[in-house]
């Protein structure tokens, strides 16, 4: 009935959340900038404000299918209290057991599955930033 209310909930979090760290990032970039550092890290690096980004895009994406799907048959309405099951104290109860039970499983799996593809970037970035380190050619070695 309301199940998707958690996912909005923690999509809100993860959206304010995202915002905090890309302020961070990007004061971050400005020093290295201003002090004419240059790392090649940044080429084969996705920010990891981006990556929260995908988990704010999924939650949200959900969110708005669930409750398009809960206004679809009548669970929503637009005038108060919006949640029919809110309208008494049997559906109200029914209603919390569902989103403490579907919504929470709903999101840790949204979360998981987002762990799931960070962690496959995470190896794709190792591995492309270990293809552009150059390898030392043998007439560098030093003699001992």
Same mark, same amino acid.
């Given at each position: 009935?309301?199940? /998707?209310?958690?996912?909005?909930?923690? *999509?809100?979090?993860?959206?304010?959340?995202?915002?905090?760290?890309?302020?961070?990032?990007?004061?971050?970039?400005?020093?290295?900038?201003?002090?004419?550092? #240059?790392?090649?890290?940044?080429?084969?690096?996705?920010?990891?404000? $981006? &990556?929260?980004?995908?988990? +704010?895009?999924?939650?949200?994406?959900? !969110?708005?299918?669930?409750?398009?799907?809960?206004?679809?048959?009548? #669970?929503? @309405?637009?005038? /108060?209290? /919006?949640?029919?099951?809110? !309208?008494?104290?049997?559906?109200? *109860?029914?209603?919390? $057991?569902?989103?403490?039970?579907?919504?929470?499983?709903?999101?840790?799996?949204?979360?998981? @599955?987002?762990?799931?593809?960070?962690?496959? @970037?995470?190896?794709?970035? &190792? $591995?492309?930033?270990?293809?552009? &380190?150059?390898?030392?050619?043998?007439? +560098?070695?030093?003699? @001992?």
């Amino acid at each position: 009935m309301a199940c /998707f209310v958690i996912s909005v909930v923690e *999509a809100v979090a993860v959206s304010v959340a995202a915002k905090v760290i890309e302020k961070k990032e990007k004061k971050k970039d400005e020093v290295r900038l201003r002090n004419g550092v #240059e790392e090649k890290e940044t080429k084969t690096k996705i920010p990891f404000s $981006r &990556k929260l980004k995908w988990l +704010d895009r999924m939650l949200w994406g959900g !969110s708005a299918l669930l409750a398009f799907e809960h206004v679809w048959h009548g #669970e929503i @309405v637009p005038y /108060f209290p /919006f949640l029919t099951a809110a !309208s008494n104290a049997e559906d109200a *109860a029914e209603m919390l $057991r569902e989103m403490a039970t579907v919504g929470v499983a709903m999101s840790v799996l949204v979360t998981a @599955v987002w762990l799931g593809i960070v962690g496959v @970037v995470s190896i794709m970035e &190792k $591995r492309a930033s270990k293809e552009e &380190k150059p390898a030392p050619a043998s007439g +560098d070695a030093k003699e @001992v």
